[in-house]
């Protein structure tokens, strides 16, 4: 019997972003057979709102990034939820390693030199992001602060390269794609707009049409399958896909959507497909890289810096970070930095990326919380107390993500692959599209953010739809 929206099976693995903007959007379109499996125990994915001190942190997720051009910040904008951060991080210092202040005005050009030698659209770029940032850079000190102590700028070159690493997802600028920056369309407006204190899982809610009750699925109720770890998609008889769970239960589809995570397709794709993804495919997920970022919140019994202080960069001397890369402590090298968190004034975060993130998520809390206290103490003239509570997240770790977010590497531009062939779906020898993908990686010009995921949700959701509206 022929399909119809009425009657097609459509199984959606991942209950993040992607998966729940996909999954809604099919509801939407009057698919009525449409069954979620999420390997974890809650929705969201690599979107991870939490009750922490006076109301919530995100431990995933944690911006809207930009205004015009932004799926989430078009679907939340009149509902009095965002609110721009403002100017709050011009106040964070840049301190050396001795504790010396850069004086601000010098801390605010030389970073805005650094942050201008980005690559862009105006400036087309075909090797990595690092040689471009580290030539451009030079170029304009050249010229605007000729002057300048030069091993001070490098220090501060280096600090940048730190907090773009962390923005990028990356274990270094090197291995980034300066024509992935040309092909990223970064949304105008606000890049750091928050969600007060509701969190990024209130914009999950929305897509749900859920209230704030926890249990809440909204339109999914009773669609959503938790702790299904997804360990098979056998495509081996089209008009009827079988997909197995690590339990041993199975389920049978017309199509399935694949929203996990690069890092889970990087890690399982040679034994979760049957047969085996097209070579196309194959060299995207091998291409492409997610990497790891990782966050620290610390809680205190007051707000630790001075009210005229929102955090501070690390900038290490030369000598300094030679003895810290020969101590157990390495692993802080790649800490960009600490900043207090709006809506959260007794609560600070600092953010570390690349392979001394992926290091500090095999450390027992108790060394990591030592190693935070050690820099603070390294490079601040006032003490900050133990923090009273305290949590970090491990998304390298965790085997249902293996990393944070995605970026184009260098060696992708080498193969000649990118997000197009990740998202290119398997199509049947009779021209159905059986096994399609979504998910942040699969988006060209909005991968690594939460905007991308619910865009490449959509995506999938609207190319069955327009299967369905064909054969019908």
């Not at 650094?114 to 862009?120: F, Q």
């Not at 850079?137 to 602060?145: F, G, S, V």
């Not at 999950?204 to 360990?231: I, W, Y």
């Not at 000649?416 to 010009?445: M, R």
């Amino acid at each position: 019997m022929r399909q119809s929206r009425e009657t097609a099976r459509i199984l959606v693995v991942g209950a993040g972003a992607s998966g729940i903007a996909s999954a809604t959007r099919l509801l939407e379109k009057g698919f009525n057979n449409v069954q979620i499996l999420e390997a974890e125990s809650r929705i969201g994915g690599r979107i991870h709102t939490i009750p922490f001190s006076e109301n919530v942190v995100d431990l995933g997720a944690q911006w809207c990034h930009g205004e015009k051009g932004n799926a989430v910040h078009e679907l939340v904008k009149d509902l009095y939820l965002l609110e721009r951060t403002g100017d709050l991080y011009s106040t964070v210092r840049c301190v050396r390693s001795n504790k010396e202040e850069v004086p601000q005005e010098l801390a605010i050009t030389l970073r805005g030199i650094a942050s201008s030698s980005v690559p862009d659209g105006t400036h087309p770029y075909k090797g990595s992001v690092g040689d471009y940032l580290t030539q451009r850079y030079w170029k304009e000190i050249d010229t605007q602060l000729p002057s300048v102590d030069r091993v001070l700028a490098n220090e501060m070159l280096e600090s940048f390269k730190r907090s773009e690493s962390s923005f990028e997802g990356s274990d270094n600028l090197l291995e980034v794609s300066g024509r992935g920056h040309l092909e990223f369309a970064e949304s105008e407006g606000d890049q750091l707009l928050n969600w007060r204190d509701q969190g990024f899982e209130r914009f999950l809610r929305l897509l749900m049409s859920a209230s704030d009750q926890p249990d809440d699925l909204g339109v999914l109720k009773g669609r959503v399958h938790f702790q299904k770890k997804v360990t098979e998609i056998n495509c081996d008889c089209p008009c009827n896909l079988n997909v197995r769970c690590s339990d041993g239960e199975t389920f049978n589809a017309d199509h399935v959507i694949c929203t996990v995570s690069l890092g889970v397709l990087q890690e399982q794709h040679e034994t979760l497909f049957v047969p085996a993804l097209p070579a196309a495919k194959v060299n995207a997920i091998k291409s492409l890289k997610l990497g790891t970022v990782d966050k620290f919140y610390m809680e205190f019994a007051a707000p630790p810096f001075p009210t005229d202080c929102a955090g501070f960069y690390c900038l290490w001397m030369e000598q300094d970070l030679q003895e810290l890369r020969s101590s157990e402590l390495f692993w802080l090298e790649s800490i960009s930095g600490c900043h207090r968190v709006t809506y959260q004034p007794r609560l600070l975060e600092a953010w570390i990326a690349g392979e001394h993130a992926r290091h500090m998520e095999t450390l027992k809390e108790e060394k990591v919380l030592e190693g935070l206290s050690w820099l603070f103490r390294k490079f601040l003239s006032f003490d900050v107390p133990q923090p009273n509570r305290f949590v970090r997240t491990q998304w390298h770790s965790n085997p249902n993500f293996r990393g944070s977010y995605s970026f184009r590497t260098t060696l992708a531009d080498e193969q000649n692959t990118g997000p197009w062939d990740l998202q290119t779906p398997v199509i049947s020898d009779n021209g159905h599209p059986i096994l399609l993908f979504a998910g942040e990686a699969s988006s060209k010009t909005h991968y690594s953010t939460v905007h991308g995921a619910v865009e490449a949700g959509w995506r999938e959701a609207e190319r069955l739809n327009d299967f369905y509206q064909d054969i019908s």
